[in-house]
């Protein structure tokens, strides 16, 4: 198997799988950490539909950045937008429902808001203060991820036959646009890293706000 | 550069508490990484500490809610920044990503000068948990706080007042106060003199009563300085004929172990709930004390020795409320006691959810509220939280810095009294009002709760 074959045909599936056993894993690690003691937050929402509402609210407003950091909340709130709007975008074109410049525009973003909250963390004394070398690299992980997409598109040949094989479980090296391979690659790195940085809080929250701030008598 | 060395941090030279440790600063580290091992290792606190260590977006949030970084705007007290003087060295010394990677991912070799800084900066912050209410990670810096001070403890690093307070409290019949049995007893035969004098009947505080429902336990600085919350407390637990007693053998609900030592605190709590089991009590009815309620409550169930598992806890307030929900207790028409405002105590508020009990008492005995803004959960610490109020070194710092938010909160509300049911609390307040020229007086509960019953013959 050649170096093209190894990233065309294994690793796109080889970094997924890693993630989802990495998220896997902090999940249910978390999940068994026992909680002899009550650490609750009064009040909390009430019920479970109270609960959902509030965390569906902060998870798709960034409610409390926004009310108390509103500059920061520019960056954070469109940065994971960004980040769900590629996937969904990314899918949406390779269904053929969406034209490659939709993919582009999200890239932009993409590359955008991490520009930005780079220039906060290092501008702003006070968040300059709190920000550790990890948050840079993340950041820049993500923009160079976004560089790498734009890079590869327009390319001389459309990526959807080689995603539609992938997903098919039928990856064809030969349909995967050289231009890509440095996306493919910093995609499943950033895929593989995920559930081992600070950005496994999609995770960490469920557990913080359920099992421990409301956690019930 | 981003990210100075702790140790290279100055340290802020107008804050005056300074503690120091018996041990060489080598040793300091070594028993410093040990005492943090042996925490991790236990299961008490496994899952909010390792959460709260393991996550951190540094969005800095937390900072628009702490008084105290309000009120300096420096960046050793952005709550963040404290948290992660524990975070780092954490990630350093107990994570395979810190061992490997060090300051990329935030970790950091524990330095002398790191425990400086921590020092300082863990009793810098009140334990409020203002910060923790729009955490969008819901991360509690308070803990983080918390379990600093019990690490810095066990390398000797603790305010001195603490320490002697809580060496009186757990010598042999000892108070925090050091008042003895036979003043204690004294005291308890004043105050019922008083209640005479205030009300025309004799309004018993019994002591020593064997079987009797409720066993009430005042933080015991009150005998000394909240003469009028104790009487009102009688008068509620008379008027609704309740089955009461203070015991002698130990009558200080004041447990300072919330604020530095698991070890003191279940000490203390073990000692109080043996003379609940020595007087045969059913429930300990804690007084108007945010922190001694907190202690009692969130700890019982974990350091409780497990013969006293089967004692009710509840506060003082939660008893007088469900004293006017029976009917057992009711209130005169209301005598005009000029404008209130109702200060939220953090450990009985967002610590317990005791927020409505006090406002319906104070409702139903005819006294108008005069918000403070904002109230409830996002009400500021009084400024003297997590045990600083304790320690006269730090009044300079608690009437310019911790509570300098606090004062203008106040004064906004134009108030003639502020009620609190806490005596931390009340200490802190009633120097605040002085200290900032505020004209209000300050107040507990049941003072004005007490004043306003009906039906006190009853019993």
């Known amino acids: 198997m050649t170096g093209m074959e190894f990233i065309a045909r294994v690793f796109p599936y080889l970094a997924l799988g890693l993630f989802v056993l990495g998220t896997a894993w902090r999940f249910l690690r978390w999940r068994s950490l026992p909680a002899h003691l009550k650490w609750t937050l009064y009040p909390f929402p009430k019920g479970t539909a109270g609960q959902l509402k509030y965390m569906a609210g902060e998870i798709f407003t960034f409610g409390t950045i926004y009310r108390f950091n509103r500059r920061l909340w520019i960056g954070a709130y469109v940065l994971h937008m960004a980040m769900g709007g590629f996937v969904l975008f990314s899918i949406l074109y390779l269904a053929g429902w969406l034209p490659g410049t939709a993919v582009r525009i999200i890239l932009w973003i993409l590359l955008a808001a991490p520009v930005y909250l780079v220039a906060l963390r290092s501008f702003n004394k006070y968040l300059r203060a709190v920000t550790t070398p990890e948050e840079f690299f993340n950041l820049i992980f993500l923009a160079a991820f976004a560089v790498a997409g734009l890079a590869a598109s327009p390319s001389a040949m459309s990526p959807r036959a080689y995603f539609v094989g992938l997903m098919l479980m039928r990856p064809d090296a030969a349909s995967l646009p050289p231009e890509l391979v440095p996306a493919i690659l910093l995609g499943g790195l950033f895929l593989i890293y995920l559930p081992w940085s600070r950005m496994i809080h999609y995770i960490s929250k469920y557990f913080a706000y359920h099992a421990i701030k409301w956690q019930k008598n | ?459």
């Open chain 2, 1 to 459: 550069m981003l990210h100075p060395p702790l140790d290279q941090q100055p340290i802020d030279p107008a804050y005056p508490f300074r503690s120091e440790s018996p041990l060489s600063r080598e040793e300091r580290k070594a028993r410093f990484l040990g005492a943090l091992k042996g925490i991790l290792e236990l299961d008490l606190y496994d899952r909010p500490l390792k959460m709260y260590l393991d996550t951190c977006a540094r969005c800095n949030n937390c900072a628009g809610q702490c008084p105290v970084f309000q009120a300096t705007g420096d960046v050793h007290d952005l709550p963040a920044w404290r948290s992660d003087l524990l975070r780092r060295v954490y990630r350093r010394y107990f994570t395979p990503s810190g061992r490997l990677l060090g300051r990329l991912v935030g970790a950091k070799k524990l330095t002398a000068g790191d425990i400086d800084a921590m020092v300082e900066a863990f009793y810098r912050c009140t334990m409020c948990r203002r910060c923790a209410v729009h955490c969008p990670l819901a991360v509690d810096n308070a803990l983080i706080t918390r379990i600093g001070r019990v690490l810095l403890a066990e390398i000797g690093f603790v305010p001195k007042n603490i320490t002697v307070s809580v060496a009186a409290q757990l010598a042999k019949g000892g108070n925090t106060s050091s008042i003895p049995p036979a003043a204690f007893i004294d005291t308890l035969d004043f105050l019922e003199e008083e209640l005479v004098d205030e009300t025309g009947i004799n309004i018993p505080i019994p002591r020593d009563v064997e079987g009797a429902e409720y066993f009430f336990a005042a933080p015991v600085s009150d005998y000394i300085m909240e003469a009028d919350t104790l009487m009102g407390i009688a008068r509620v637990f008379h008027a609704a004929g309740a089955s009461w007693t203070v015991g002698t053998e130990n009558y200080d609900a004041i447990n300072y172990g919330l604020f530095y030592s698991d070890d003191k605190l279940e000490e203390i709590l073990n000692r109080l709930l043996a003379e609940v089991r020595r007087l045969k009590c059913g429930t300990l009815v804690i007084g108007e004390c945010g922190h001694a309620t907190k202690a009692a409550l969130l700890f019982h169930k974990v350091f409780g020795r497990s013969e006293y598992r089967d004692i009710r806890i509840e506060s003082i307030l939660q008893v007088t409320r469900r004293f006017l929900a029976e009917g057992k207790i009711s209130f005169a028409a209301s005598k005009d006691q000029g404008s209130v405002t109702y200060h939220d105590p953090c450990n009985l508020g967002r610590g317990l959810g005791l927020y409505e009990e006090p406002r319906e008492l104070l409702a139903a005995a005819g006294i108008e509220v005069v918000e403070m803004q904002p109230n409830r959960e996002m009400n500021l610490c009084c400024g003297g939280g997590g045990g600083l109020v304790v320690a006269p070194d730090l009044h300079d710092w608690r009437m310019s810095v911790g509570g300098l938010l606090k004062a203008e909160q106040l004064r906004a509300t134009g108030a003639k009294t502020v009620v609190a049911p806490c005596a931390n609390c009340k200490k802190q307040l009633r120097e605040l009002v002085q200290h900032h020229n505020i004209d209000m007086e300050v107040a507990g509960l049941h003072d004005l709760v007490g004043r306003a019953l009906t039906r006190e013959e009853k019993a």
